[in-house]
């Protein structure tokens, strides 16, 4: 199994950037495909994005299209998520799930097996 740990949520303003980090642990980072869910208050967890593991596909979510860029660090073990151009509305505790490599790409929280514990990010006006 893998654990994950986010980091680098905080409270920025409208129009910034921000970005997070997950760091895996245990088993070999490289097997699993990644992506990062949100949950906004009083509201379900959302598909945000994700990317193969080589790195070399990305999927992203419509409402962060162009404004978020997924990436990752095999070598480091780590997952990122740049946010520019924030908005208030992306304020949410940001979450990275690992999921089986042929489930890349998968918008679906139920394909990923593992979580971390989430990190918040919060979007002033």
């Known amino acids: 199994q893998v654990q994950l740990v986010e980091s680098g949520g905080g409270l920025v303003q409208a129009g910034g950037s921000l970005r997070l980090s997950c760091a895996a642990s245990g088993r070999t980072f490289s097997s699993y495909a990644m992506g990062w869910f949100r949950r906004a208050p009083g509201k379900e967890r959302d598909f945000v994005a994700a990317i193969s593991w080589f790195g070399g596909s990305t999927y992203y979510a419509d409402s962060v299209k162009g404004r978020f860029t997924i990436s990752r660090d095999n070598a480091k073990n780590t997952l990122y998520l740049l946010m520019n151009s924030l908005k208030p509305e992306d304020t949410a505790v940001y979450y990275c799930?690992?999921?089986?490599?042929?489930?890349?790409?998968?918008?679906?929280?139920?394909?990923?097996?593992?979580w971390g514990r989430g990190t918040q990010v919060t979007v002033s006006s």
């Open positions: 799930a690992a999921c089986p490599r042929q489930y890349s790409g998968s918008s679906r929280s139920d394909d990923y097996g593992y």
